[in-house]
């Protein structure tokens, strides 16, 4: 025999294996209020409905268990509305499945007990499809965050490269329509091909200024122009940036000013810190966390080829956004940065 008060799985589940806190239940419905069109008031409403409730659980076994039958006025009273105002909003949690309505002949929402006082029969509204849709709205709700979050990282991306373009031109060469239309969009809470587009965008005026920097680049150091065509040709399979290896003394060899900087770091991470504050010491910005996407070997040769030439360069920024743009699209072959600068 159970102790005296413990209750069987069975009634404790439901006849359904329904049971779910319903606090639970509550937190998952605010999570998807977004995607399901709810307002604040009928969450409120949801969660006055909630309490009335004597039990922890969503069970289907007992009417206790699932069934609010406290009347309009006691619901607006607790949710701080007016009652034509929960008329509407029950009407609203009732069209997307999220309650039902156990009707008396009457209308009317009542409940019946025993001599003891436990409630045997009620009418009113019902509580269960919060427990049997339990695991759909898990799925939403996962769904809808990672489509905040896809929303986030583009929203992220468009500041970054806003500021990037920015970066590159004098403000009297802004394109005020797009500045404008990108911090209208940014303000708001665009959707996803929005943000996709507007980053395109800035994509296409940014790719206008490198395609046009060639001359400035070659001005300040022309043995890059002069590997170009090479690259395309003598290097023709493609390999994964992250797997790019080079020797200790070809860093040194082609890097001192770097491998000089470094050589008292501690340890990968104090050496990783020292190289974004080189970074920020040559104005890099946003650019430099392009660059470190590229991986450690490729984003080492792009700071080390720029300290190794710095008094020659003009912008930092533009130069190495030119640079991790022609390795990216591989019209330039990482092996030219190992290459010495040459001595006037």
């Known amino acids: 025999m159970a102790p005296a008060g413990a209750r069987s799985s069975r009634n404790a589940t439901g006849q359904g ?49 699932h069934i609010c ?9 607790r949710a701080h509305v007016s009652i034509q105002t929960v008329e509407r909003h029950i009407a609203k949690l009732v069209s997307l ?7 008396s002949g009457n209308g009317k929402r ?13 009418t009113g509204l ?13 799925r939403m709700a996962q769904d809808h965050l990672d489509h905040q979050n896809e929303l986030g990282r583009l929203r992220d991306m468009c500041s970054a490269a806003l500021s990037n373009l920015k970066a590159h031109l ?3 060469n802004w394109d005020e329509g797009l500045l404008s239309k990108a911090r209208n969009l940014l303000r708001r809470q665009p959707d996803k ?44 399979k493609e390999e994964n940036s992250f797997q790019i290896e080079v020797g200790q003394e070809e860093m040194e060899r082609s890097y001192p000013r770097l491998c000089a900087e470094l050589r008292f770091a501690k340890n990968q991470e104090d050496c990783r810190r020292l190289m974004d504050d080189l970074a ?42 030119k640079l991790s743009h022609d390795l990216t699209n591989k019209s330039l072959d990482w092996r030219t940065l190992l290459k010495r600068p040459r001595l006037n």
Request: aromatic share 8%; no cysteine; glycine share 8%.
């Open 193 to 236: 091909q929005a943000l996709s587009d507007l980053l395109d965008e800035i994509t296409v005026e940014i790719s206008k200024i490198s395609s046009a920097e060639p001359d400035d680049l070659r001005a300040t150091d022309p043995e890059i122009e002069g590997q170009k065509e090479t690259s395309k040709t003598q290097y023709v």
């Open 110 to 122: 009542w409940a019946r007990r025993d001599r003891q006082g436990s409630i045997v029969l009620a």
């Open 126 to 138: 019902s509580l269960l499809p919060l427990a049997e849709r339990y695991p759909e709205f898990v």
């Open 170 to 172: 004098m403000p009297v």
């Open 97 to 103: 499945g999220l309650l039902t309505r156990r009707s």
């Open 69 to 77: 039958f406290a009347s309009n006025a006691s619901l607006a009273k």
């Open 17 to 65: 294996g329904i049971a779910q806190g319903k606090w639970q239940l509550l937190k998952v419905i605010e999570d998807i209020r977004e995607p399901l069109g709810l307002k604040g008031t009928s969450i409120s409403l949801l969660r006055a409905m909630i309490s009335f409730l004597r039990v922890d659980q969503v069970d289907a076994t007992r009417d206790d268990g």
């Open 280 to 321: 920020g010491y040559l104005n890099l910005g946003n650019t430099w966390f392009s660059i470190k996407d590229l991986g450690p070997a490729l984003s080492f040769m792009i700071l080390g080829y720029l300290l190794e030439r710095t008094e020659t360069i003009t912008n930092h920024r533009g130069y190495a956004f």
